[in-house]
């Protein structure tokens, strides 16, 4: 089935540490999608990818990072200065403008 | 810039009554609207989408939006509501470009 994984589903940091959240999809979308979603404010925009080996800061990119080096991929780092990064991940992709988003089921990132 | 508002954080109906999620967008140029449903620990689910032509689009689980450009509103709605509709909705807006902006979302509760 055509669809998006992300891995784990949940995640255990300790403060100062490095995460990586992975993002796979088969869909064949160029567009890919990194959110961030915490109570009460909806969804934030980390970063996304318009095509292989491109990326752009979406509203909330401090302390993240991606890469964007096949098209199937787009692994978000999450790294030990971003202040809060407790929260809920969600990875999407989408086919050309203007088409919806397709959503992986997330990943809970809890920093102990 | 673009953005999206629910001025509702919270509707509660009683199940068979009619159903209206409230959305009010932002955009320069032509708006390309979406609306998501999210359960409990979930990725988003896609449920319908404005791009062009009747104002009145249907989709998935029986929802219909209807798109008003002069009040720039894109309100969601269902004539008899499900228990099992009891979700997160959250509306979405997309101008030129690959980038999506949603709105905080508006908990639905169908009591039984």
């Known amino acids: 089935d055509g669809g998006i994984t992300q891995s784990p589903k949940y995640l255990f940091r300790k403060e100062g540490q490095n995460v990586t959240l992975s993002c796979e999809q088969n869909l064949n979308h160029d567009a890919m999608y990194w959110y961030r979603q915490d109570p009460g404010q909806g969804l934030r925009l980390i970063y996304y990818?318009?095509?292989?080996?491109?990326?752009q800061k979406g509203d909330i990119a401090e302390g993240y990072s991606v890469s964007r080096e096949k098209k199937e991929s787009f692994p978000l780092t999450v790294t030990s200065a971003q202040k809060n990064p407790t929260a809920f991940y969600l990875c999407?992709?989408?086919?050309?403008?203007?088409?919806?988003?397709?959503f992986g089921e997330g990943s809970r990132l809890t920093v102990l | 810039a673009q953005s999206v508002a629910q001025p509702e954080d919270q509707v509660n109906v009683a199940e068979g009554n009619p159903l209206t999620v409230k959305c009010t967008y932002s955009v320069s140029g032509n708006p390309y609207l979406f609306w998501y449903v999210q359960y409990p620990n979930r990725g988003l689910q896609f449920l319908l989408k404005?791009?062009?032509?009747?104002?009145l689009v249907k989709g998935s689980y029986g929802f219909e939006a209807e798109f008003n450009k002069s009040q720039t509103s894109f309100h969601l709605k269902k004539p008899s509501a499900l228990v099992s509709d009891s979700a997160l909705y959250f509306c979405a807006v997309r101008a030129l470009g690959y980038k999506l902006s949603f709105g905080a979302g508006t908990t639905v509760t169908v009591r039984a």
């Open positions: 999407a992709s989408s086919p050309e403008f203007p088409g919806e988003l397709f």
């Open positions: 404005y791009i062009t032509g009747d104002n």
């Open positions: 990818s318009q095509i292989v080996n491109d990326f």
